[in-house]
């Protein structure tokens, strides 16, 4: 039992640092860099107290330079799989008996640990696994997981403190249980942040996890891994297993203690997962919570009132950023027409301006790689049919090679069909389509917006009309569970921009605030009456 009601220490955003040339911080992550770069990383199993290396194991390279291979990871099989959920277990009782400062001070550490001595770490790693430019891996390995971090021990204090009134001689009491069981976490390859917050948010709460991040993110989430551990987090908390991918789902939706499942990926996927929980439902001990953030067709629409370099600048930056790669970035784009031209012009001049795609380690470079070779193929697939069809065009970009790295050029497809394949398919990656409107359809256009994809995750519009602003908040209500005036549709910030989709972009628990974490606690109500009866009649009997 706790002895005070302990404040947390005040939650705040982590400032993000330039690594301009000359500073610090670049020097130190390049070094870094070059260290990940030359040396041979050994990624084993998390188990329990065992670091597990079964000598199964799948080669790491850069998704800029394929070739050539920086580690390897060590993959599970059936039986150690089922042994994790029994570590899970059995680490569960003491994990979730621990006074909750106690757990918070273990994410607090952490939090502190990323912001100095692995900051260059868990940022060359992400530069070197997901090939991402130093600024996108800042403001997500380095950054966004220390606000992950930092503002859900507040949201966790702040959920604890929420408590029932007490009438007259009685008191209400809620305690916030963690589920009971283990939580299966599924981790994305695009953002490290993500990767660390899915598992860990969850055992903030007192749960117990086992997290499988993507076979393209394991070099990076090795370095979480080695900041929890240094925080102190109990061994068995969160375990982390890599493999077969549908052996280990199997294995752990059919245990009847699987209590719930936190996934960041495709839409399918998701939906399977769902379907195998649901046929497994009469197995479990408890209802699976299921939380999920999947695919976006996001978009940006603007007003024929809007600055046209804002909405090129929204265009480049929200299409191109992290190659496109983010379920939030902008692939579908609507312009009106009498200002579509000077628009595109700007942003072909902004495409003009980026280097060739290349390693991150060149910091001049905007654009890296797409992350693997089935990506690439699939980008490639779409830039070719494009070069064909009548209803569309390349009108930027549209070259790509693989014989080094996975290297698509940003690229612009401009369509007179709405509807065009591009504009409905989830692409993710550096290819966004462009769709030019009359004028006066405005209406009809947010109609269209709203009615052309199955997502629901971020949207965009800009304008200087503040009537036509309303207009598309109110048109566009249900196809954006984060909804941009004024901006590019990405960046969303933790305390500040609570991020999740509706429809088939997930089920929008907001990563990012407290409605998250309320998922993964089952609330106990606790009435104490002082003085008890000791007759039953009523004073309506006489």
Known sequence: MGKGFFQVPTAYNEPVKSYAPGTPERDEVLKQYKVYYKGKVEVPLYIGSEEVKTGNTKPMSPPHEHKHVVGHYHTADKKLVEKTIANCLESRRAWANLPWEQRAAVFLKAAELIAGPYRAKINAATMMAQSKTIHQAEIDAACELIDFLRFNVEFMSQIYGEQPESSEGIWNRVEYRPLEGFIYAITPFNFTAIAGNLPASAAMMGNVVVWKPSDSQVFSAKVIMDVFKEAGLPDGVINMVMGDP??????????????????????????????????????????????????????????????????????????????????????????????????????????????????????????????????????????????????????????????????????????????????????FGPVVTVYIYEDQDWSETLKLVDSTSEYALTGAVLSTDRYAIEEATKALQDCAGNFYINDKPTGAVVGQQPFGGARASGTNDKAGSAQNLLRWVSPRLIKETFVTPEDYRYPFLG
Request: hydrophobic share 35%; with cysteine.
């Open 246 to 427: 549908v052996m280990i789902s199997e294995t752990l939706l059919t245990s009847p203690d699987f209590a719930g499942l936190h996934f960041t990926g495709s839409t399918y996927v998701f939906k399977e997962l769902w379907k195998q929980i649901g046929n497994n439902i009469h197995s479990y001990k408890t209802y699976p919570r299921i939380v999920g953030e999947t695919g976006g067709k996001d978009f940006i629409i603007a007003h024929p009132s809007a600055k046209p370099k804002q909405v090129a600048t929204a265009i480049v930056r929200g299409a191109f950023e992290l190659q496109g790669q983010k379920c939030s970035a902008a692939s579908r784009v609507y312009l009106p027409k009498s200002v579509a031209n000077e628009i595109l012009d700007l942003v072909k001049a902004d495409l003009a301006s980026f280097n060739k795609p290349g390693s991150p380690e060149d910091m001049s470079n905007f654009v890296t790689a797409v992350i693997h070779e089935a990506s690439f193929d699939k980008l490639a697939k779409y830039i070719d049919q494009a070069k064909t069809d009548k209803d569309a065009e390349i009108i930027a970009g549209g070259g790509y090679d693989k014989s080094v790295g996975y290297f698509v050029e940003p690229t612009v497809i401009l369509t007179t069909n709405p509807k065009y394949e591009t504009m409905c398919t989830e692409l």
